[in-house]
C-alpha cells in the first residue's frame, strides 16, 4: 500500500493562514477532530505545521487560566475502553472509526494501562518483521 491508496479515501485537507490566532487554530483542530494543520502563507504555499502539542506547550508559556480550569471541566469522560484480550487489529480499528489516539484497557474494572495508536502501528510492523524473518527462514534456510 501506497500513501496514495491511503489519501484516496481521505477527505479534504485542513489548513490554516499563519496569520490566523492561535485560538482559531485551536476551533479548527476542534471542529475537525484533528491533531494538526498545515499552515499556509498569503499566497497558499505551505509554511508550517501546527499541532496539538505546539497548542499545548504555548498555552503552559502564556495561559494563566489553565492554573485556575478543573481537569473534570475539560476532560472526556465517555471513554471507548479496551480489554487485554482485544486483537491489535480490532483495537485500532475501533480507535480509527471513533478518531481516538489513546485507548484506557481495564480489566475487572481495574487499570491495566492504556495503549495508544503509535503502539499500535508498532506492533503491527514488528508483527510484520517476525513473520518476514520466519519466511526468509522457512524458504532459503537462513538463521539470524
Same mark, same amino acid.
Given at each position: 500500500?501506497?500513501l496514495k491508496?491511503?489519501?484516496?479515501n481521505?477527505?479534504?485537507v485542513v489548513t490554516i493562514?499563519?496569520?490566523?490566532t492561535?485560538?482559531?487554530?485551536?476551533?479548527?483542530l476542534?471542529?475537525n477532530?484533528?491533531?494538526a494543520?498545515?499552515v499556509?502563507d498569503?499566497?497558499?504555499r505551505?509554511?508550517?505545521?501546527?499541532?496539538?502539542?505546539?497548542v499545548?506547550t504555548?498555552?503552559?508559556?502564556r495561559d @494563566?487560566?489553565? !492554573?485556575k480550569?478543573? &481537569?473534570?471541566?475539560?476532560?472526556t469522560?465517555e471513554? #471507548? /475502553?479496551? +480489554?487485554? %484480550?482485544d486483537?491489535?487489529k480490532?483495537?485500532?480499528?475501533?480507535?480509527t472509526? @471513533?478518531?481516538? !489516539?489513546?485507548?484506557? &484497557?481495564i480489566?475487572?474494572e481495574?487499570?491495566?494501562g #492504556? /495503549?495508544? +495508536?503509535? %503502539?499500535l502501528?508498532?506492533?503491527?510492523l514488528?508483527?510484520r518483521?517476525y513473520? @518476514?524473518?520466519?519466511?526468509?527462514q522457512?524458504?532459503f534456510?537462513?538463521?539470524?
Amino acid at each position: 500500500m501506497k500513501l496514495k491508496d491511503i489519501l484516496a479515501n481521505k477527505s479534504k485537507v485542513v489548513t490554516i493562514n499563519k496569520e490566523k490566532t492561535v485560538h482559531e487554530a485551536i476551533s479548527i483542530l476542534c471542529q475537525n477532530k484533528i491533531g494538526a494543520l498545515l499552515v499556509l502563507d498569503d499566497k497558499e504555499r505551505l509554511c508550517g505545521l501546527i499541532s496539538e502539542r505546539d497548542v499545548l506547550t504555548e498555552s503552559l508559556n502564556r495561559d @494563566n487560566l489553565l !492554573r485556575k480550569t478543573m &481537569v473534570k471541566n475539560i476532560m472526556t469522560a465517555e471513554l #471507548i /475502553i479496551g +480489554i487485554p %484480550d482485544d486483537d491489535v487489529k480490532y483495537s485500532m480499528g475501533i480507535m480509527t472509526q @471513533n478518531r481516538i !489516539r489513546h485507548l484506557p &484497557v481495564i480489566e475487572e474494572e481495574k487499570i491495566v494501562g #492504556i /495503549i495508544s +495508536i503509535g %503502539d499500535l502501528v508498532k506492533a503491527q510492523l514488528d508483527q510484520r518483521e517476525y513473520e @518476514n524473518r520466519y519466511l526468509e527462514q522457512y524458504m532459503f534456510g537462513v538463521t539470524p
